[in-house]
């Protein structure tokens, strides 16, 4: 499965302070460490950004880059930054990818055509006005709609990434297992199948601190079985990376080796 | 209804693995799709033949393969140099089976003379194999690995019983690896993380998933490799993509097949085209299974091998 | 292959009505993507989204037969690429090729050879299925002739009518009325002609084009006329146009449910040169094809290639197996060694060859685990004391062994207390754990005996 950095993020103090002095320190080490912990691409959170937005996207994926040979998921609403972002990007180690568009009209019409333009990787939010749906069927029809927007834009299938939006267990329970099927579903919408992501610490949001590994952790094995390609978390947290490991050996994606945790 | 061909995509490729040196040297492996599909993808490397001689007289081969080296098989040098000049051959791998305990008992540094002896005759790459007597084999490939320092060869073969000491030797003289093991994709995959574990390039590894005649446990052979070659390209799996390497002579030259005379079994026909027959069409099935390096004995297998590579390219 | 939700829905009447049970359009062919609904349950769905959807749950290659009776050879219906992911449905079969052009003599000859062929092999019977009779003449009255004296000196084979002339099938019907032949084949220019005949003989038909492309329009064709037992030839002949094609052709079939190229695929191997024949027709084996023809059936050839195909198709989750038996090894006496080991073939023929080897007449008694290894069945509790004690009291060894010395594989050594205590009167021995050491030590044995 591929694991996507969390770490470096506005709502971080010492992430968001190094943005805006543009301190490249704290950044570069959060790259590589999340990248050594197993990341395969990171994610670039810098928030609405309505203040230099596009110097600060761009300063940041040449500040990451520059460290981590991986492919970046750039995480903003801005959309002129998340186009200074895509034009910055290296894509020697695999191409970018727009975190993200949504089922609700503004939005799609602004970042569907940017992964058109600059032949990117796009997360679809299966949300839309009226919020996030109670039901999967009606994930998937806002996965439609998505998917429809994407056709037009020139953007094919295999790269968007549906995310059906998780919510905190401790507050709404019975939507956890909705979740969980709208990954199935969403994986039966196209031949081959569609890709999905999660960001997963949202089940734990509200939990206990001592509870949230543990919530988190499990909850990615289930995901993974239903069919999670990807998966928004922090690496540097042992025990998930070895849950993944774990459960990519059971479900057959790696092959067993009696040291396959070391790998 | 238009047809549009099928392509798979794949994550990994097949590591691309140099053995010999100077302008003889020979690239195993690199390809980037299933046997030979070059419409999806790239084959840079098509499979490669080792002629197998062996430091004594090989007095346990069958008639039919003995007869086609019976004037050079009583001397290693000879041997090899009739490989490479008279046949033609673009590797050869010299099998230490007289350091077997229960042959000859030959000591490490005899061992290592044979080797010294046979590099300085030929320029084409040298694959050198023990007995295959695990505790031996550590001593007398550490002694030709020494022996055959600044050569690039193709050490074989590093089991789980015996591994350290002869990866440890490999690395120190420079030579590429072959890991064997029990016809296993799990314990071929744990025996590559072991070895690289050892601080050992990954990139000269060569995989053994240990070889079957036809008729004798080909399918299994044939079934580990292909499993081997899908973790590499569609897992991108690392340890599973070293090229493959299979050592199909001595198993296929033990088989009744290959000694049976017509007049005991006339339903088997001819023994010589049989017994040439069931050696190439090993070859064969194995190539399609994802074969890079084939060690085979008989000059007329290795013939028709080389004719349907050709074909195949 | 399964059908997506999307492409399913765009079949449906997409009103949303709510009469199936489900929310929408889109949550019921989610639901029938994943076969948890049926059609039925939709009142207003179309004549056409009825034959689609029913089209897509067909297997994937059709299953043709050639020949009845039961050596009649059936093939198609396969579902994978890759024998370890699930076993390879039905063996392909061998053709030889018989020219019309041959005299009467060879045709009888080679014509008796492919019903002479059969062999056994791990408890297996494996023949060459069937003669390709080669329309060479173009001449229909010789046709019809070739193909009557093929099928009265090989009844048991099923019979290919090689020939693009419809006059000459036509000609040569009678001798294979009720056979169910093979009509190899049309083309662009007979096929209306080829079908009829095919229809008309209850045969099935090859169709040959020129590479895929062509052979998709042929099929449809022929499709379109209402005939479905169609077998392909894209005309490919070397190796590397066999590989790339037929694992094309497969992939269409199975992955894509590409039904135009859902049919079983016929090749010929032909070559001058023997060792090549052997070699393509391995290639063709291993890569998918279902009929390979071959223009020479000599026995050392076709042993090889009827244990490649037996090895290729072998059901990877159940072990081949040898009969439980007490086997005599070279020429054993009462006073000969007798051992025993397990019925896994594997185990069985290596054993086998290395007491062969020894050149010590040896008895080898076989028991049957359900063809375990001997670690494996042991550990299963299959090969235990108790067994072992069973099996050497029924199988009537004493008639042919004097003596009462019983070696056990090395592996289960701990086994020889136990036995010996279930086998009164019998003693134990540990042979080697390995087989290869088997030689030293039947030798020694008999050196000290």
Partial sequence: MLIIGERINVITKTQREAMQKRDKGPIQEMAKNQVRCGAGMLDINIGPAEDDGEGLMDWMVKTVQEVAHVPLCLDTTNPAAMEAGLKAHDNTWGRAMINSASGEEERLNCMMPLAGKYNSLIIGLTLNKQGIPALAEDRCAIAAEIMGKAAECGVPMEDIYLDPLIMPVPFSQEKSLESIRAIRMFKELNDPPMKTVVGLSNISNGAPKELRPLLNRVYTALLMYEGLDSAIIDPLELEMIQVIKTTDILMGKTLYAHSYLEM | MAFVVPKDTYNGRVFEVEIGTGAKAVKIGGENTLPFLTFEGEVPNMPVIAHEIQDVLPEDWPETVQAAYKDVSGDPVKWAKHCQDNLGAQVIALRLLGTHPDRQDRSPEDAAKTVSDVLAAIDVPLIILGSNHAEKDAQVLRAACDAAKDRNCLIGKAQEANYKTIVAAAMASGHKIIAMSDLDVNLAKQLNILITQMGFDKEKIMTDPMSSALGYGIEYTYSVMERIRAASLNQNDATMSPPIVNDIGMYVWKVKETMASESDLPAWGSLEERAIGWESTTAVGLMMAGSDLLIMRHPKAIETVRKVVAELA | ?449
């Avoid at chain 3, 492409?7 to 993507?33: Q, R, S, V």
């Avoid at chain 3, 001798?175 to 007979?190: D, F, Q, T, Y």
């Avoid at chain 3, 439980?324 to 060694?337: H, M």
């Fill in chain 3, 1 to 449: 292959m399964a059908l997506s939700g999307v492409e399913i829905f765009k079949h449906l009447p997409k009103t949303n009505c709510k009469k199936c049970g489900f929310p929408t359009c889109l949550a019921f062919a989610m639901k029938l993507a994943a076969k948890q609904a049926s059609l039925d349950v939709c009142p207003d769905a179309s004549e056409e989204a009825k034959s689609f959807l029913g089209a897509a749950s067909e297997p994937p290659i059709r299953g043709i037969t050639i020949g009845v009776g039961d050596k009649a050879l059936k093939v198609g219906e396969e579902t994978v690429l890759f024998r370890h992911e699930k076993k390879f449905v039905h063996p392909c079969g061998f053709a030889l090729a018989i020219k019309d052009t041959d005299s009467d003599a060879e045709i009888d000859a080679k014509a008796k050879s492919v019903e002479e062929s059969e062999i056994e092999r791990v408890g297996q019977h494996l023949r060459v299925e069937l003669v390709s009779v080669l329309n060479m003449s173009n001449d229909p009255a010789k046709f019809a002739a070739a193909v009557a004296r093929v099928a009265a000196a090989a009844p048991s084979a099923g019979i290919i009518l090689a020939t693009e002339n419809p006059a000459s099938v036509e000609a040569a019907m009678t001798h294979v009325s009720g056979k169910k032949p093979l009509i190899c084949g049309a083309n662009a220019e007979n096929v209306e002609a080829m079908v009829n005949l095919a229809k008309y003989a209850g045969a099935s038909l090859a169709v040959r084009g020129d590479g895929i492309d062509a052979v998709v329009e042929l099929t449809e064709k022929v499709v379109g006329m209402g005939f479905k037992d169609i077998v392909i030839d894209t005309g490919c002949r070397k190796a590397k146009d066999m590989v790339e094609q037929y694992t094309q052709i497969r992939r269409a079939a199975v992955k894509k449910g590409f039904k135009p190229l859902g049919f079983p695929v016929i090749t010929c191997a032909f070559n001058d040169d023997p060792y090549m024949e052997q070699a393509l027709a391995s290639v063709a084996i291993a890569k998918y094809a279902s009929i390979i023809v071959l223009s020479d059936i000599s026995k050392w050839k076709t042993l090889a290639l009827m244990s490649l195909r037996q090895n290729i198709y072998t059901d990877p989750q159940v072990p081949m197996q040898v009969g439980q038996n007490v086997y005599k090894v070279g020429d054993a006496k009462p006073d000969s060694p007798l051992m025993i080991t397990t019925n896994f073939s594997l185990t069985y023929f290596i054993v086998l060859g290395e007491v062969e080897n020894s050149k010590v007449p040896s008895w080898l008694a076989v028991m049957d685990v359900e063809g375990l290894s001997v670690l494996t069945a042991w550990a299963a509790g299959k090969f235990t004391a108790a067994k072992i004690a069973q099996f050497i009291q029924e199988s009537g060894v004493e008639n042919s062994v004097s003596h009462k010395e019983l070696v056990i594989p090395g592996y289960v050594a701990v086994l020889s207390g136990a036995l010996e205590d279930k086998l009164p009167g019998w003693k134990i021995t540990v042979g080697p754990r390995e087989a290869n050491a088997l030689p030293a030590f039947l030798k020694n044995k008999a050196a000290s005996a």
